[in-house]
C-alpha cells in the first residue's frame, strides 16, 4: 500500500471519503495502528497526560516530543504523521521554526499541529513560506486550559461561533493544510468544515467533519481522570487492540462513529 500524504489526505476530503486519525507515542502501538488501516497519526502533546501522567499538556517538552515521534517514525510506514508543538515552544515564528525544524528533521514528522487562532497567523505564515505543513487547532486548545478554566466545550453562542469560523478560515488563508476542531458544536463544525478546502478533523465535535481523532488510550479504556463523553471504548467491545483499532476505523469511515451520545450541540 502506498503512503499517506497531504495529497491522499485531501483527496479523501474531496471524495467525501471519512478520515481516521488516532494519536500514538510508541512503535508497539504504531505498529497496530498501521495494521489497522488508519489514514493519519497525531504524536499528541497528550502524551504528557496519559504517558507521563501530568495534569495537564503544559509541562511537555520539545524533547519529549521529539523523542516520542522518532519512537512512532521508526515504525511508521504507511501513515502520515503529525507531531504537535508543544505549550511555549512557538511564541514567537522564529521559535516556532526552531521547534518544527526539529520534531520534523530530529523526529521526523511530515507536519505539525499548533493551537491557535489569530495569534498564531504570523507563525503559520512563517512556517509555510518556509516548506513545513502546519494543521491548526481551534475549539477547545488544552495549552489554553488556565485561561480557560476547563475542559469544556466552545464555541457555543453566535459571537464565539463566528470567531471560530473566522480564525478557521484565516488559518487556511495563512497556509494551514489541515484543522482540528476540539469539541465545539456539531453545527458549527459542519459550518466551518463546509467552508474550508482543507480537511478538518474533528474531535468531539460531532460527524460531519471530514474525519475524526481519537486518543488511544481514551479509545482503549486507559483513562486515569475520566472518560471524556465524546470517546468511544472500542476495547471494551472487542476485547484486543488490534480489533478496537480496526473497529475505530471501520466506524469513522462508516460515518457510526461518532454517534449523537458523543455530540455537542
Ligand atoms: O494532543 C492531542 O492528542 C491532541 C488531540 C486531542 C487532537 O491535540
Known sequence: MSKNTISTINQMKT????????????AGFTEQIEQAG??????????????????????????DMVYHTANVMRVSSRTMVIADMPFMSHGTPEQALDTAGRLMKEGGAHMVKIEGGAPQLDTVRHLTARAVPVCGHLGLMPQSIHQLGGYRVQGRGEHEGERIL????????????????????????????????????????????????LVLYDMLGITLRG???????????????SEALSAYVRSVKEGRFPGPEHTFS
Open 38 to 63: 488508519m489514514d493519519v497519526i497525531l504524536v499528541g502533546d497528550s502524551l504528557g497526560m496519559v504517558v507521563q501522567g501530568h495534569e495537564s499538556t503544559l509541562p511537555v517538552t520539545v524533547a
Open 227 to 241: 472518560k471524556p463523553s465524546f470517546v468511544h471504548d472500542f476495547l471494551a467491545d472487542k476485547g484486543s487492540i
Open 166 to 213: 473566522k480564525d478557521a478560515v484565516a488559518l487556511q488563508q495563512a497556509g494551514a493544510q489541515m484543522l482540528v476542531l476540539e469539541c465545539v458544536p456539531s453545527v458549527l463544525a459542519a459550518e466551518i468544515t463546509q467552508a474550508l478546502d482543507i480537511p478538518v478533523i474533528g474531535i468531539g465535535a460531532g460527524p460531519d467533519t471530514d474525519g475524526q481523532v
Open 15 to 26: 471524495a467525501g471519503e471519512k478520515i481516521a486519525v488516532i494519536t500514538s507515542y510508541d
